[in-house]
């Protein structure tokens, strides 16, 4: 049976969760939460390990960005299932390159519907994502490519030129 990004973001997401509220490591609080199904899937287990690798890595300079963006909050404030939300998303947007954004914010947003920490987490994180997102298309942080990833200003422009629309451009 195929696993589904998805149930690796919730499970993300919970290992995130035992960590914040816990002393424990990342090895500590993904062990227990990773079925034999998630094991058993090659791409389930390094999308699984690619994302919490860069949750650990970036995780302070992700949080830059929620604390830019979430104007006179103190992180300890933000619930810790919405403040772990963005930070996963914020990773997906930065340093996975397969995702397209929107596809990141969609997924952050569902899943905060369905762990739901207060009445409007759903609303606040598609907020603070969609802040931090069109900051940082602005200031040119976002490369991706690929289907569903391309540029469309890059695309017209090539189009302009004479180029084939996909020209240069890896789909």
């Known amino acids: 049976m195929k696993t589904y990004r ?6 993300i997401l919970q290992a995130l969760y035992t ?17 034999e199904e998630i094991l058993a899937d090659a791409n389930a287990m390094k999308f699984f ?15 830059r960005y929620i604390v830019k963006h979430t104007f006179n909050w103190d992180m300890s404030r933000i ?12 990773t997906e947007i ?33 907020g603070i994502l969609d802040a931090i997102f069109n900051d940082l298309k602005g200031e040119g942080k976002v490369h991706k490519n690929g289907r569903g990833l391309i540029d469309q200003s890059v695309a017209k422009l090539q189009k302009a030129d004479g180029e084939s629309e996909n020209s240069g451009i890896d789909t």
């Open 6 to 11: 998805r149930q690796i973001r919730e499970k």
């Open 19 to 35: 960590i914040e509220i816990r002393d424990t490591d990342i090895d500590s609080a993904a062990g227990w939460l990773l079925t």
């Open 49 to 63: 390990n690619t994302l919490m690798k860069n949750i650990k890595e970036h995780k302070d300079e992700i949080d």
């Open 79 to 90: 619930a810790i299932i919405d403040k772990n939300i963005i930070r996963m998303a914020l």
């Open 94 to 126: 930065l340093y996975c390159e397969d995702i397209p954004p929107k596809v990141s914010i969609n997924e952050a947003i569902e899943i905060a519907k369905k762990f739901n920490s207060t009445d409007k987490s759903s609303k606040f994180v598609n």
